[in-house]
């Protein structure tokens, strides 16, 4: 506007978009439906406004202090119809323990505005593995033809203790092999005594007793005299049926000293 009126007006080419609002959540939760143990992998999905920063926490239940960072979190988007997902994967480590987390989702616009979500279900990792299994003996089932070995041992005294594994051999075992697990079906193990049914007699067999928490952890073995591995043989200890129906005759016609026996 210059001294007698006269405006001038010059418009920008460009549009500003003025933006005071935080970004959508719309959804998070993860597949976690047990305890977590070590190795295993943790998926999370986010459902969320495009074109933000996502960040993955795994945090304290009650504190909300964080446990594990967003660094341990690998995250890929995947473009939805007017949203992205955003998923993120963990790996169990050995020390990652934690008794009640929870993750956080924070989802962070260009304008600085943020929000935050958390998962409904509580996390729990557990990378501890429950002591080895002590007092294993294995010893032939008595008064049968073979065939059957009983093990036994001491119970476990893990908190979280769920079920027992046997593993059989035909060699000394030096370590855990999942080919050699003795197949229980569906049943698991949960008493400190067990019958395996053998191939054959008279041939050494060996044998490892182990623990594994509701966690999926297993123990290792225990060495020496009375640790987690026991050697045994089946044995068949029962005499063979009476003879009946014998009978002795007197050869005839000799001069003695022959007897018929049938």
Do not use: C
């Amino acid at each position: 506007t210059d001294a007698v009126g006269n405006t001038s007006v010059l418009h920008a080419s460009e549009t500003i978009t003025i933006d005071t609002l935080p970004p959508q959540i719309d959804t998070i939760e993860h597949d976690a439906t047990g305890p977590l143990a070590l190795g295993e992998v943790l998926t999370v999905k986010l459902v969320g406004e495009a074109n933000a920063e996502i960040r993955f926490e795994l945090i304290d239940a009650e504190t909300e202090a964080v446990l594990l960072p967003a660094s341990r979190f690998q995250v890929v988007t995947q473009p939805l119809e007017k949203t992205v997902q955003y998923i993120a994967t963990y790996t169990v480590r050995e020390g990652d323990d934690i008794a009640k987390g929870k993750i956080r989702g924070t989802l962070t616009k260009r304008n600085g505005k943020s929000a935050t979500r958390t998962a409904l279900l509580p996390i729990t990792i557990d990378t501890m593995p429950p002591p080895p299994i002590q007092g294993v003996t294995a010893i032939d089932r008595p008064d049968d033809e073979g065939g059957f070995i009983n093990i036994l041992w001491r119970s476990s005294d893990a908190p979280d203790f769920d079920h027992y594994n046997i593993y059989q051999q035909n060699t000394p075992i030096s370590q855990l092999v999942a080919t050699a697990k003795v197949t229980t079906g569906t049943t698991k193990i949960v008493t400190t005594r067990y019958e395996v049914k053998v191939e054959r007699n008279r041939v050494d067999f060996y044998f490892a007793v182990t623990a594994v928490d509701k966690a999926g952890n297993e123990s290792s073995l225990a060495r020496g005299t009375d640790g987690s591995i026991a050697i045994a043989r089946a044995i068949d200890n029962l005499p063979p049926p009476s003879v009946l129906g014998v009978t002795a005759i007197d050869s005839p016609n000799d001069f003695g000293g022959r007897v018929t026996i049938a």
